[in-house]
């Protein structure tokens, strides 16, 4: 049941548009910022396609920005879509893990990334893309909000994905209700299921917990093709074509020092580039749940994924 006619090889150019930072965990900088987690990792996944993923964001001039476009440029992404501050920084996350690995965010504020804007090469860009995956946090600014829905209205044949990644208070309803117009695709977890439907007015029906009439309310309301929703542990459910999909959770074995932190947007990433590949959703399910899984077992958003998971989006 193919979602998205198959790409031909050089020609599926996925977008991560969004925030471009470093993650600050124990002290140490890691690689992160939901859209570049995406793209690092739907990058890897459409190699075996000849297609490839690349950022849209902004960063500063500074030694992190530099630091940030070194470790894309050596993961093989093309740098051409992220633009520089001359006077804000390239931003930072403070990021606590606790005993379980779960993660909560302190987002500085002031970067780089709040400052993007629509250029020329963004709507050539947005023109010819075949998906793009954005969310709400970097819409907080009035510049970086106008600047992805421009971008979504100038890709109307793209795939185009809310992973809804609600932080801190950068959100409101205006922001989700018009991030889910302009989008053919939804990923969201449990906790910001809840918090959607409270901020939609959701139906009475809808609100009163059951995950499966707030789903179906969703695709409903806001004509969606697919919706994906994670639930940590236990996997992804996919709704696609009025079916519910799921899968069992593939266990990984975590490494020292593991976190949670990436998985859900390598789980995104699996997803995004499985129904590009117009795999059927089953498939699509199993390589989601196992990117994130590997994901979650390692320190960071970013590990490489291995040769035998990135080699499965090309069979």
């Known amino acids: ?3 998205k006619d198959a790409p031909t090889p050089g020609t599926a150019l996925v977008v991560g548009l969004g925030e471009a930072l470093f993650d600050r965990i124990d002290g140490h900088f890691i690689l992160g910022g939901a859209p570049v987690n995406f793209a690092v990792h739907a990058h890897q996944m459409l190699q075996p396609t000849g297609s490839e993923a690349v950022v849209a964001s902004r960063i500063g001039v500074d030694p992190l920005g530099e630091r940030l476009l070194d470790e894309l440029s050596s ?7 992220i633009q520089r501050d001359e006077t804000a920084p390239t931003g930072v996350v403070e990021v606590d893990v606790d005993a379980a690995g779960h993660p909560s965010y302190t987002i500085n504020t002031g970067a780089a990334w709040d400052r993007f804007e ?8 947005a023109s010819r893309c075949r998906a793009v995956c954005f969310g709400t946090l970097a819409q907080r600014s009035t ?6 829905r421009r ?9 185009r994905v809310c992973d809804i990644n609600l932080r801190q208070q950068y959100f409101d309803r205006v922001t989700i209700h018009a991030s889910l117009e302009a989008s053919t695709v939804l990923k969201l ?24 009439d707030a789903i179906r309310w969703l ?10 929703f994670t639930r940590g542990e236990r996997g992804v459910l996919l709704y696609y074509g009025g079916q519910r ?13 593991a976190d949670s932190v990436g998985a859900g947007d390598a789980c995104c990433a699996a997803l995004v580039v499985g129904m590009l590949r117009g795999f059927p959703p089953e498939r699509i399910l199993r390589l989601a749940n196992q990117a994130g899984a590997l994901v979650a077992s390692h320190r960071g958003a970013t590990p490489r994924l291995p040769d035998e998971l990135a080699a499965a989006f090309g069979a």
């Open 245 to 257: 999909f799921d899968e069992p959770p593939t266990p990984a074995t975590p490494q020292p020092g």
């Open 118 to 125: 629509f250029t020329p090469d963004w709507a050539e860009l």
């Open 219 to 228: 695709i409903e309301a806001y004509e969606l093709e697919a919706l994906a």
């Open 151 to 159: 971008f979504l209205a100038e890709s109307p044949g793209a795939m």
């Open 1 to 3: 049941m193919p979602m």
């Open 143 to 148: 510049a970086s909000r106008e600047a992805v």
């Open 75 to 81: 993961r093989g992404l093309d740098n051409a879509w």
């Open 189 to 212: 977890n449990e906790e910001e299921l809840a918090v959607v439907c409270e901020l939609l007015e959701a139906p009475p029906s809808a609100a009163a917990g059951d995950v499966d």
